[in-house]
């Protein structure tokens, strides 16, 4: 069966420091894989996606980015944090009917 | 742009009661999907919906999907405590190519109350 692994969990960031979160799949091949935020009490926001090594797309500009190094890892990274960086960060990845599964997720505060 | 729009964004519900939790989508699509969201908690597949006329059903959760209308709806037949809950629909905008985009709604923030 498939697994979906986040980490770290939690995270408390100072502004202006480097972000590194990092989602991996098992038990599926060549998935495709979506990074989402969301903000407190608020629905979800796409922020990256891709269909596979080193194939990333974005959705809304920001000061993040997204790098797939490997089939079954997603790495969302940002050199400077912002305040409005915070909020949870889900990871998913699609099975055959692009239904969505995902991550326990990264809950992100930037003091 | 498409847009998905839940109705109502709460809902407050007494045990034993039905409800219905709406979701309109703006464009075409014949791919829609519930979640649900318990607090603090990662996002659960609840329901595919992949054609018109789809309807699928679990314990007191039943759902469905009118393409035409462009309405899914999410029906809770006597509720209970253990279903208070954020449920998300998103809704797939691409037709045949799809990389799976989906574009969700704000969400449902259901409490069911004694």
């Known amino acids: 069966s498939q697994t979906i692994h986040q980490w770290p969990a939690t995270l408390v960031q100072p502004v202006g420091s480097p972000l590194s979160l990092e989602c991996t799949v098992e038990?599926?091949?060549?998935?495709?894989l979506y990074w989402y935020r969301q903000a407190a009490g608020r629905g979800l926001q796409l922020l990256f996606y891709?269909?596979?090594?080193?194939?990333i797309s974005s959705e809304v500009p920001q000061n993040l980015s997204a790098s797939r190094p490997q089939d079954r890892q997603f790495i969302l990274s940002s050199k400077k944090l912002l305040l409005s960086d915070s909020g949870f960060y889900l990871c998913?990845?699609?099975?055959?009917?692009?239904?969505?599964?995902f991550g326990p997720g990264t809950r992100l505060t930037v003091t | 742009e498409l847009k998905v729009e839940q109705n109502p964004l709460f809902l407050s519900m007494q045990e034993g009661k039905n409800y219905t939790i709406y979701c309109n989508y703006s464009?075409?699509?014949?791919?829609l999907y519930w979640y649900r969201q318990d607090p603090g908690k990662s996002l659960e597949s609840l329901f595919v919906?992949?054609?018109?006329?789809a309807v699928k059903q679990e314990g007191r959760l039943m759902a469905s999907l009118d393409t035409k209308a462009r309405l899914s709806t999410l029906h809770i037949t006597a509720a209970v405590h253990d279903l208070s809950a954020t449920y998300f629909c998103?809704?797939?905008?691409?037709?045949?190519?799809?990389?799976?985009?989906?574009?969700f709604g704000k969400g449902t923030k259901l409490s069911v109350k004694p």
């Open positions: 464009t075409t699509s014949d791919r």
């Open positions: 038990g599926t091949s060549n998935p495709n």
């Open positions: 998103a809704v797939d905008p691409h037709q045949g190519g799809s990389q799976g985009n989906l574009i």
């Open positions: 998913a990845w699609a099975g055959i009917s692009y239904e969505q599964y």
């Open positions: 919906l992949l054609s018109n006329g």
């Open positions: 891709s269909v596979g090594i080193g194939q």
